[in-house]
Every structure is written in structure tokens, then in C-alpha cells.
């Protein structure tokens, strides 16, 4: 039986994360808050594989399921669906557009863990909220490929941890254990281990920027240089 990833919250970085699963032979259930109708033209360029959704399809079709959406949109997460789901926290605290959370802004809650309140039940894993979404695709490589990058990992399951590298591994990734989701502020932004060891040059536009690979020796450290507050 082929395994599914459902995607809730098909923008920019959950589309990348579909690209890579159907190239690897997965299949994928696609939604955002707007309905399936609305994706009817990703899934028909992603291919056979992929199928448009809703949230709670997505939940229940899932062996993992990648979250990718503004904070203000985690109260609509259908978590009686995910409870006991392998959910993947790509998710990303930006002030301008999520507004002030005063926890995230003083380092007394990281942004994985306020994720994980709305989700009690999930067994939750932070990953793919490090790397711009063009990169994440260009930067793929097969396992035991020289270049290949490595993508950090946060979380509290042990062995949802180890389900969510295997299938990075699929997709293209080697992994660095983070720590726990306490830890997530490793991985917010200001912090080394974000965005920063996939770019080529930081001081083009990301866009601009063709994005170079980062092993797992240099996110470790990147993780480790890291400062609560950031």
C-alpha cells in the first residue's frame, strides 16, 4: 500500500513539499481554508498522485500531514481529525503578519509549542520551516548524494521523529535531531539554522538566489549557535 501525505495549507511551501512527495512516488491530498475547488489546477500539474481536499479528508488520508499556515489560521485546524496523526509543523511566526504574541516575542513559548496547543493530541514534529520554498525543491538529492542537505527536526515522539526522517529521506533530505519542541526556537527567524545555511549569498533577495547545500555538520551547528529570543 502506498503511503499518503495530506497537506493543509497548499501555498507556496506546502506546494513544494507536494512537488517532492509525488516525485517520490507518494500520494498526496491537498487543502487550504478556500476548498478542494481551488486546487483542482495544482493537483492537475502535480499529477495522478495528488487530489484536492478539505482539511478533515486530508487529516484521515494522511500518514503524515504537513501544516503550512499563517497562525491565524491554526483555531480552524480540524484537530479532533489529527488526534493521534503524525502532523509536521512547517510553520513560521512572522509578527507583521501574524500579529503580536507576546510568548513568541520574549522567548517564554516557541512557536512550536504554541503550534502543538492547537493540536494537543498530534504527535508533532517541526521541519521544512528552515528552508525557502524554491530551495527546498532545488536542493533535493538522492540519499548518499555528497551534496545532499540536511533539514533539522523538533519534537517530543521519539518515533514519529524517526517517521518524519524516513520520509525526508525519501524526499531528498538527510535530518539533525533539534531536540525537543521546547527547542523549536532554535529554528525561528534570526536564529542560524534559518533560511541562512541554504543561501548561496544572504545578501540577495531569496528569490534571486539559487540556494547551496547544507549537510547535516553545518546545521548542527547552526542549531547549536543559536540564541533564545531571536
Known sequence: MNHTLGIIGSGMLGGAVARLAVDAGLDVALSNSRGPETLRGLAARLGPRARAATPEQVAAAGDWTVVAVPF????????DALAGKIVIDANNYYQARDGVIPELLTGDLSA???????VPQARTVKTFSTIYFEHLIAL???????????????G???DAKESVAALLDRLGYDTVDGGATAQSWRVQEGNPA???PYLADPR???PQDPGKPAGIKEVRTALEQARCGH
Open 156 to 158: 517530543d515522539d521519539r
Open 112 to 118: 512550536g509549542e504554541l503550534f502543538q496547543r492547537y
Open 72 to 79: 491565524s489560521a491554526l483555531p480552524q485546524l480540524p484537530a
Open 204 to 206: 540577495r533577495p531569496w
Open 140 to 154: 533535493a538529492r538522492p540519499a548518499g548524494a555528497p551534496s545532499r542537505s540536511a533539514l533539522p527536526l523538533m
Open 194 to 196: 534559518w533560511v541562512l
